[in-house]
């Protein structure tokens, strides 16, 4: 199995969740060995790798941030060209957010498929797990280990009649991503999103982008995608962090109650372990 590329350029317009700024984003294909590169064609055409490396903060969203320069929300995009099996691509966006766009992957996945995708002449790297490596925070909980595939189990749980507990143990294999994964949207809570506008986030929020739930229900009219959309979100939200690893993951995470703060602390963990992983043909 080699590498993989976009066939074509494609380009996209929407709205930043948190900034509310409009942005430009252009999606290109990248040599071999490149994996995925944010490219702020406003300043310069400044590069941030997606790297775990580049985490900054990971309250809401991931925001990587490089000299200086950053670049939010970027796991819903991430998680769409990982799903879609492309190892390499040029992200270029004229602003400071990634488009949020309708909440889920679905658009970046569409946006890919009408690229196309081409082989390339390396063959495909993957990230290997070889050691368990948790993390507990105050019952958050993540774990990774080995695996001759890359799977997920998540658990999450909120008090709320929609959700209360829901699990999934997803297999990641050709095509999944895009039947059970790509279209769940992200959620939130309408006491939340105050909490967030006072501290000028969601700005670009609405419920053609989220899921916004009431105390005892939800403020959007048209139907859930799954009744199980929201943890099918959280898995969303795993694989498009977890593609800051660089390449494919040979590896099984267990998710409770996980958030990005949670898989951020993982990968440190992981990446700092020696003997923890190592990079396979
Ligand atoms: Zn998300």
């Given at each position: 199995m080699n590498q993989t590329t976009l066939a074509n350029e494609i380009s996209a317009t929407?709205?930043?969740?948190?900034?509310?700024?409009?942005?430009?984003?252009?999606?290109?294909?990248?040599?071999?060995?490149?994996?995925?590169?944010?490219?702020?064609?406003?300043?310069?055409?400044f590069e941030i790798p997606a790297s775990?490396?580049?985490?900054?903060h990971c309250s809401y969203a991931t925001t990587l941030m490089r000299r200086g320069v950053v670049l939010s929300t970027c796991e819903h995009l991430l998680s769409a060209l990982r799903g879609s099996g492309v190892d390499n691509c040029f992200i270029e966006l004229d602003n400071i957010e990634i488009p949020i766009m309708d909440g889920s992957s679905e658009d970046f996945l569409e946006l890919i498929r009408s690229a196309g995708i081409t082989e390339q002449d390396s063959?495909?790297?993957?990230?290997?797990?070889?050691?368990t490596i948790?993390?507990?925070?105050?019952?958050?909980?993540?774990?990774?280990?080995p695996s001759d595939r890359f799977e997920i189990e998540c658990?999450?749980?909120?008090?709320h009649p929609f959700i209360n507990r829901q699990s999934l143990h997803f297999v990641f294999e050709n095509g999944s991503f895009g039947r059970e994964i790509g279209s769940a949207r992200t959620f939130g809570f309408t006491h939340e999103i105050e909490m967030l506008r006072k501290a000028n986030l969601a700005l670009g929020g609405?419920?053609?982008?989220?899921?916004?739930?009431?105390?005892?229900?939800m403020l959007n009219e048209t139907p859930l995608r799954y009744d199980d959309e929201f943890v099918r979100h959280k898995i969303l939200d795993i694989i498009g962090d977890f593609a800051l690893l660089g390449m494919p993951v040979?590896?099984?995470?267990?998710?409770?109650?996980?958030?990005?703060?949670?898989?951020?602390a993982?990968?440190?963990?992981?990446?700092?372990?020696?003997?923890?992983?190592?990079?396979?043909?």
């Amino acid at each position: 199995m080699n590498q993989t590329t976009l066939a074509n350029e494609i380009s996209a317009t929407g709205v930043g969740l948190h900034t509310g700024v409009d942005v430009n984003l252009n999606l290109k294909p990248a040599p071999e060995n490149t994996g995925y590169i944010f490219v702020r064609t406003d300043l310069d055409n400044f590069e941030i790798p997606a790297s775990a490396e580049y985490i900054s903060h990971c309250s809401y969203a991931t925001t990587l941030m490089r000299r200086g320069v950053v670049l939010s929300t970027c796991e819903h995009l991430l998680s769409a060209l990982r799903g879609s099996g492309v190892d390499n691509c040029f992200i270029e966006l004229d602003n400071i957010e990634i488009p949020i766009m309708d909440g889920s992957s679905e658009d970046f996945l569409e946006l890919i498929r009408s690229a196309g995708i081409t082989e390339q002449d390396s063959p495909r790297r993957f990230f290997r797990v070889l050691k368990t490596i948790d993390v507990d925070q105050n019952g958050r909980m993540m774990s990774i280990e080995p695996s001759d595939r890359f799977e997920i189990e998540c658990v999450i749980e909120f008090p709320h009649p929609f959700i209360n507990r829901q699990s999934l143990h997803f297999v990641f294999e050709n095509g999944s991503f895009g039947r059970e994964i790509g279209s769940a949207r992200t959620f939130g809570f309408t006491h939340e999103i105050e909490m967030l506008r006072k501290a000028n986030l969601a700005l670009g929020g609405s419920l053609d982008n989220a899921i916004v739930l009431t105390p005892d229900g939800m403020l959007n009219e048209t139907p859930l995608r799954y009744d199980d959309e929201f943890v099918r979100h959280k898995i969303l939200d795993i694989i498009g962090d977890f593609a800051l690893l660089g390449m494919p993951v040979l590896g099984k995470i267990t998710a409770e109650k996980s958030g990005h703060a949670v898989h951020a602390a993982l990968m440190s963990k992981l990446l700092k372990t020696e003997g923890a992983w190592e990079i396979v043909f």
